[in-house]
């Protein structure tokens, strides 16, 4: 992948983060209107890879990685969807949006640099988590305290670190580290 393409994505993964945040404080209904997106993205998903379809066409070539397109299209966005449902279900306002804040601003930034190899093991560069531990720690200040919102973005981001390291999609951390933020956030005593 080449690192116009790379840029592109997180630039758009922190734009989709943004605007699920802004729906959230700004329609008490949002768990629907993310509920109907996702459904009517999974359908769009199913039909893009039988159909050219013109506008969801091209931004599946400017944002979605190529092995994707053939067989997920939108899959990173439909996982994002899913997991902000997720945590809007599952945990307070105030603790979803500082979950979906840290996987918006951590994730971009915890995964910016390349995946350096050392020995047998997948690690990602040093400055890459700080750089993210920050972000998403800032942005979820917004929501919760800046301590609670340091130990979920420090969760969060090291359960994304031991999925990497086991091998697992790395697109699932769209849900896995909002769970994992928001779990973390529910249980820290207030």
Do not use: C
Not at 10 to 36: D, E, Q, R
Not at 69 to 96: E, N, Q
Not at 102 to 126: A, C, E, H, V, W
């Amino acid at each position: 992948m080449n690192s116009k393409f790379e840029i592109r994505r997180k630039i758009f993964h922190i734009v989709f983060g943004i605007a699920i945040i802004a729906l959230a404080l700004a329609f008490s209904n949002v768990k629907w209107i993310l509920f109907y997106a996702l459904v009517f993205g999974i359908l769009l998903s199913i039909l893009s890879i039988f159909f050219r379809i013109p506008v969801i066409s091209f931004m599946l070539e400017k944002f979605e990685r190529p092995h994707y397109r053939k067989t997920f299209p939108g899959k990173g966005l439909l996982f994002f969807l899913a997991g902000s449902l997720l945590v809007l279900k599952l945990f307070s306002k105030d603790i979803a949006l500082a979950s979906i804040a840290i996987l918006t601003f951590s994730d971009p930034f915890f995964s910016f640099d390349k995946r350096i190899f050392n020995g047998m093991f997948k690690i990602k560069n040093i400055k890459s988590v700080l750089l993210g531990l920050v972000a998403g720690t800032i942005a979820a200040s917004f929501f919760v305290p800046i301590l609670k919102a340091f130990i979920a973005a420090f969760f969060a981001v090291m359960v994304e670190s031991i999925a990497i390291f086991l091998g697992t999609d790395p697109v699932d951390d769209n849900i896995i580290m909002q769970v994992t933020a928001g779990t973390i956030l529910y249980i820290l005593p207030l």
